[in-house]
């Protein structure tokens, strides 16, 4: 396969305000159209609402930064297990396998940006920071997505003879 291997990762600048790698592919993931610029002010626009929220908040064990929340948030998404399909034998099974970093952080930024995106009405900043911040406290509709993917892996256990 001529042209897999890609130099994505050495080529990918830290974001110009937290210095943050992988904050950097999540605006480039945010992005449409080529607009890095609206992606960035959409993302930072949330990363304040977020410390502004963390600053109110009194509880030891919430993140102190808006980083921080955001980091928590991602590792929080981050799925273990997912299924895929394999044809044995002429039927469709549901198999179960590990998922790769790579992967897992793809999966984690797709479910939490489809979400984000979904509700209408408001501005993208803030449907992105109150995602982003029910995620690093464990619940939203992105960590639901992560459980049922969790969900149907455990159901479909019988098959992972067949990874």
């Known amino acids: 396969m001529a042209g897999r291997i ?3 990762e050495e080529q990918l600048r830290p974001d110009p305000r937290f210095g943050d790698k992988v904050l950097s592919r999540f605006i480039n993931c ?8 609206v992606a960035q002010r959409v993302v930072y626009d949330a990363m304040d609402i ?3 929220k963390l600053d109110k908040i009194d509880i030891p064990e919430a993140p102190k930064t808006s980083i921080e ?23 469709n099974y549901q198999v179960p396998m590990q998922v790769s970093r790579r992967r897992q952080q793809s999966l984690a930024f ?4 489809t979400e984000a995106r979904k509700d209408k009405g408001r501005p993208m900043a803030q449907r992105l920071a ?3 911040l029910a995620a ?11 459980e049922q993917i969790h ?3 455990e159901a479909n256990r019988a098959f992972s003879h067949f990874a």
């Open 110 to 113: 797709r479910w939490i940006i």
């Open 151 to 153: 969900r149907m892996a």
């Open 6 to 8: 890609t130099h994505a």
């Open 130 to 132: 109150d995602e982003l």
């Open 69 to 91: 929340c955001f980091n928590r948030a991602i590792e929080n998404v981050k799925p273990h297990v997912e299924v895929r399909s394999k044809r044995v034998g002429g039927a």
């Open 30 to 37: 945010i992005m449409q159209d080529g607009k890095k610029s």
């Open 50 to 52: 977020i410390q502004g």
């Open 136 to 146: 690093a406290r464990g619940e939203g509709r992105a960590m639901n997505t992560r």
